[in-house]
């Protein structure tokens, strides 16, 4: 069989996609989430906690590259909670054209969270308002000037944007609304 090429991940960039990919890329985050888990507290761990259940279900279901996307945005909300917010700021005034690439990333990311969420049609459900309290404490954070923790969870917020934008065309059996 050819290797076929497509485009696949958030930054939407050229990889083979082969059938056991998306599997192999879901345990790959559950292993790292693992790792992780023990160091969350408070919302982290209940976003965390419910985006690995919800995986784990879509796992069950063969819904390996749904479930390997919220694992993605799980460790992605993982680092965010476990990140310096202090070191990184002051750091930063040094390093002006590393500050310039982080808001640039951050932009970039919240504006495609905001396309996929207008995609949504303004759904409610645990992955919508899961997304929308991400995006809300990825802006906190880069207000902080948390650069690194608000990265993350902006990462985290385009992927669930993008993962319920992807559910509302599929049919009614998808892991989560």
């Not at 796992?59 to 460790?75: I, K, N, P, V």
Request: hydrophobic fraction near 40%; aromatic fraction near 6%.
């Amino acid at each position: 069989m050819p290797n076929k090429k497509t485009l696949t991940g958030s930054r939407g960039g050229l990889a083979a996609r082969r059938p056991s990919a998306d599997l192999s890329r879901a345990y790959e985050h559950l292993a790292r989430i693992d790792i992780l888990e023990g160091a969350l507290s408070g919302a982290a761990f209940c976003d965390v906690s419910t985006l690995v259940a919800l995986a784990l279900e879509g796992l069950a279901a063969g819904h390996d590259r749904e479930a390997a996307d919220l694992l993605c945005a799980a460790e992605h909300i993982s680092f965010a909670a476990q990140a310096p917010k202090g070191y990184a700021a002051s750091a930063m005034g040094m390093f002006e054209e590393l500050r310039h690439g982080v808001d640039t990333e951050f932009d970039n990311l919240m504006r495609r969270s905001e396309i996929y969420r207008q995609e949504d049609g303004g759904r409610h459900g645990t992955i919508p308002d899961l997304c929308a309290r991400t995006l809300r404490r990825a802006r906190s954070a880069f207000a902080e000037q948390a650069f690194g923790p608000a990265v993350e969870l902006a990462r985290a917020a385009e992927l669930l944007a993008q993962f319920t934008a992807r559910a509302r065309n599929r049919e009614p059996q998808r892991i989560a609304s």
